[in-house]
């Protein structure tokens, strides 16, 4: 079975703050996605990285893949209050066939 | 228009009755999932349908059966319901069975509490 741990799990921070979300794993993944949910809502992809090394940047969140592809991590800079959801990582496997989901970071951004 | 709909929103029921979710997505996918999501935010998949036909199935109790009417639909009808499947049930879709590298669409999701 794989498994994904976030960390930390759960992160309460002031506006304008920096901060990093981790998600790891003992297993490779082909490609590792990073989800994030609302209330009430169904998650919505942010990105997905497929290569070791990878950093992909999307306004104030950058993403990296771990280079053995069993780690990744989400940063994001000047926090804002619309930056409050649950975060989430999902590991991509073609042995598995599925995605595995990650246990989730919540993140709060205080104004 | 919403891209994947579930209805339900909203389910509350007693104990070993039988309910059902329904599912329809209008993005023209092939490839549709139940996961479930706990009280602690895990999200764990239960099922994934292309073109109608089942590809995964986890360890889920036989009292859960999925039926795709068509590659639009993915409907969850739970038989005997028990306080343990109280959970958030998303359904969702994506472009291909190589689930791996797709993009995930989810809908908003069927609260059921079972008391």
């Known amino acids: 079975t794989q498994l994904l741990e976030q960390s930390p799990q759960f992160l309460s921070i002031q506006e304008g703050e920096n901060l990093t979300v981790y998600c790891n794993s003992s297993s490779v993944f082909s490609s590792l996605q990073w989800y994030r949910q609302e209330p009430g809502e169904g998650p919505v992809l942010l990105v997905t990285?497929?290569?070791?090394?990878e950093v992909k940047k999307l306004k104030r969140l950058t993403f990296q893949f771990g280079d053995a592809r069993k780690d990744s991590s989400l940063h994001i800079t000047a926090a804002q209050p619309g930056d409050t959801g649950l975060y989430l990582c999902?590991?991509?496997?073609?042995?598995?066939?599925?995605?595995?989901f990650g246990s989730g970071t919540q993140l709060t951004v205080l104004p | 228009d919403t891209a994947v709909s579930q209805t339900p929103k909203y389910l509350v029921t007693q104990m070993g009755n039988d309910k059902s979710i329904k599912c329809e997505q209008n993005l023209g996918h092939d490839t549709m999932y139940w996961y479930k999501q706990d009280s602690k935010k895990f999200l764990k998949i239960m099922f994934s349908?292309?073109?109608?036909?089942?590809?995964i199935n986890e360890t889920v109790p036989n009292r859960f059966s999925p039926k795709s009417p068509d590659k639009a639909h993915l409907n969850l009808h739970i038989n005997s319901l028990e306080l343990g499947d109280s959970a958030v049930y998303f359904c969702?879709?994506?472009?291909?069975?190589?689930?791996?590298?797709?993009?995930?669409?989810f809908g908003e999701g069927s609260r059921l509490t079972v008391l």
């Open positions: 990285v497929v290569t070791g090394g």
């Open positions: 349908y292309n073109n109608k036909e089942l590809i």
């Open positions: 969702d879709s994506s472009r291909t069975s190589e689930i791996y590298t797709g993009e995930l669409f």
């Open positions: 999902a590991g991509g496997s073609g042995s598995a066939r599925q995605l595995t």
